[in-house]
């Protein structure tokens, strides 16, 4: 997961008339007149939204739904100082009347105290010493979640293979938050639970070696009449075969790893050191216009899995939602593989805005983990991190995440990742329910959607409880991805592209469900509309059921199926905490 600190950063905080404002009057002709209107509802209606004296709000996105209703989501600034926690999405109707408000932050937004008694030299420094890296340089900002209000320094600091985000209290010293910067695909804990178990992972590959994607092979001729051009290539690919690639022919007989037809979407090479910089990465070139042989002896194999398997998501989410690239800004998406030495590990990284590829470590993981449904969460990451920004609520000193919407953001970076493996259809790796399926591992799979208890490995948990607040976030998914499940597929045994399904319910209620196709846009609505850095289970299923009324009505079926769904992994209306985290 991605920090506070990295959704509310740089131009989202500077005037009205910077990037970010620019970037939401573009998404529609009426884009600036909505922006200025939910902006002013927000002041208008300040006991429901948190807006208080001090604040100034900045468009993130603006979002015109075909029905007319309006939503703008804002981060915030209190007396010109960022707000972590301050989000919120203004909702509006056709006539850009005020509808409600989603926000993060439960209370006006006033720092504890007026002056910081720590210098930011004081405030770096503990943050290198919390975190055991180098600090880069603090900057003030209003600490407005967990319920609190107070004055505090934010400093990212970075290590060799690791960058973090460090909250420091500037009157008292303490550390308020540290957390990593970079989404890991395999956690900690995960890591710790191999070791113990003495599994080596060592997933099948060599499925490349077949023929040429026919009419794939090449370019479009040595009559091209300019360069660049778009060429149609192969990929020989550790983990999905033969695939065709679209790539970027830079003169007669020389091509490189770019999709000119994805925004110029592109694969490098890190050649084994830790860069967050893309344009550091070695340019993959060739004059064959094949890239890889299906194994490891070539480097550019992994590459053709991760250029695949970024493209693949580009075009699910274009395909089923309209979005135009991660951050629908319509801008590449981009990938560095053989990131580091011996890195045992896939990351969705936001200093660089690209995926980073581990090798493995040549001991309990010894392939790059470029399989497909790695690419497509770990890049939902990034549409994460672009949308309602959810965030863990604490993390230990191991680096594991704790807390129910960092849960939730790896649930959905699991959902909409298995939807990659649906769209994409490939033979060699068949859609399903289950994620790191190719991996390797003894139990066939590391998570399932449709009985994620299943995964013995992470401990993931089928239903929520008050102690789900204190579960591993990958371990915690298993709530809301078994909703999801359920509100796609029903409960009880199903076989699906040859993959048996038995999916259990709280107290033994039966679901039917209501189809993939309209589950995933529920969803997808859900976390673009309704949900925000602080959105737990109970709100989660909030915002699905307004997603639901929006696209089917109040008394439809879905309406119907998506609070049944949420019932049965024990989350309902009924048992909402009191007090929430």
């Known amino acids: 997961m991605t920090t506070a600190a990295t959704g509310l950063a740089g131009t989202a905080f500077a005037a009205p008339s910077t990037g970010v404002e620019r970037s939401a009057a573009s998404a529609a002709p009426s884009a600036t007149v909505v922006v200025e209107a939910a902006r002013t509802a927000a002041f208008a209606h300040a006991s429901a939204t948190g807006v208080s004296q001090g604040d100034d709000l900045h468009a993130q996105d603006v979002m015109i739904d075909p029905e007319g209703a309006r939503h703008v989501r804002f981060v915030r600034t209190h007396d010109d100082l960022p707000v972590l926690g301050g989000d919120l999405v203004v909702h509006l109707d056709r006539r850009l009347g005020y509808t409600g408000v989603t926000r993060a932050a439960d209370h006006a937004v006033k720092p504890a105290a007026a002056k910081a008694k720590l210098t930011a030299g004081q405030a770096a420094a503990k ?211 053989h990131w580091g030495k011996q890195v045992a590990n896939a990351f969705w990284d936001p200093t660089c805005n690209c995926m980073l590829y581990g090798d493995g470590d040549g001991q309990m993981f010894k392939k790059p983990l470029v399989v497909l449904d790695v690419t497509g969460h770990e890049l939902t990451h990034g549409v994460v991190e672009a949308t309602a920004n959810l965030q863990p609520t604490f993390v230990d000193s191991d680096g594991n995440q704790y807390g129910e919407p960092g849960s939730l953001n790896e649930s959905l970076a699991d959902i909409f990742g298995s939807n990659v493996e649906f769209y994409a259809k490939n033979t060699k790796d068949t859609p399903d329910y289950l994620v790191g399926e190719k991996l390797g591992l003894a139990q066939k799979f590391l998570r399932r959607l449709d009985h994620p208890s299943l995964d013995k490995l992470e401990g993931t948990i089928d239903y929520w409880s008050a102690d789900t607040y204190y579960t591993e976030v990958h371990a915690g998914s298993g709530v809301s991805s078994h909703a999801y499940y359920l509100l796609a597929e029903g409960s009880g045994k199903k076989t699906i592209n040859g993959v048996n399904y038995n999916s259990p319910t709280y107290h033994s209620i039966a679901v039917k469900g209501i189809g993939r196709t309209k589950a995933t846009a529920i969803y997808y609505r859900a976390l673009t509309r309704y949900m925000v850095s602080t959105t737990d289970f109970h709100q989660a299923r909030t915002a699905t059921l307004k997603a639901a009324k929006d696209l089917y009505g109040a008394n439809s079926t879905e309406y119907k199926t998506v609070d049944k769904s949420w019932a049965a992994v024990n989350v309902t209306a009924a048992n909402t905490p009191s007090v929430r985290h």
């Open 127 to 337: 943050a290198a010493q919390a975190a055991k890296g180098d600090a880069g340089s603090a900057r003030l900002v209003v600490d407005a979640r967990g319920g609190a209000s107070a004055l505090a320094y934010q400093v990212t600091v970075t290590g060799k293979d690791s960058a973090r985000t460090v909250v420091v209290d500037a009157v008292t010293g303490k550390v308020r938050s540290n957390t990593p910067t970079r989404d890991e695909f395999l956690s900690p804990k995960l890591l710790d639970a191999l070791r113990e178990r003495g599994e080596t992972l060592d997933p099948a590959t060599g499925t490349g070696s077949g023929a040429a994607v026919s009419g794939l092979v090449g370019s479009r001729g040595a009559g091209a009449a300019a360069y660049p051009s778009a060429a149609k290539g192969t990929g020989k690919t550790l983990f999905v075969g033969t695939v065709g690639l679209t790539t970027t022919q830079t003169s007669r007989g020389h091509y490189q790893l770019k999709d000119p037809n994805r925004y110029g979407t592109e694969t490098r090479d890190a050649k084994g050191s830790y860069t967050e910089k893309f344009s550091a990465g070695t340019k993959l070139t060739n004059t064959t216009n094949v890239w890889g042989n299906g194994a490891t002896t070539s480097r550019v194999s992994a590459a053709a899995d991760a250029q695949y398997g970024i493209t693949k998501t580009l075009d699910f989410y274009k395909a089923t939602f309209q979005r135009k690239g991660i951050a629908n800004n319509s801008k590449p998406a981009q990938g560095m593989v």
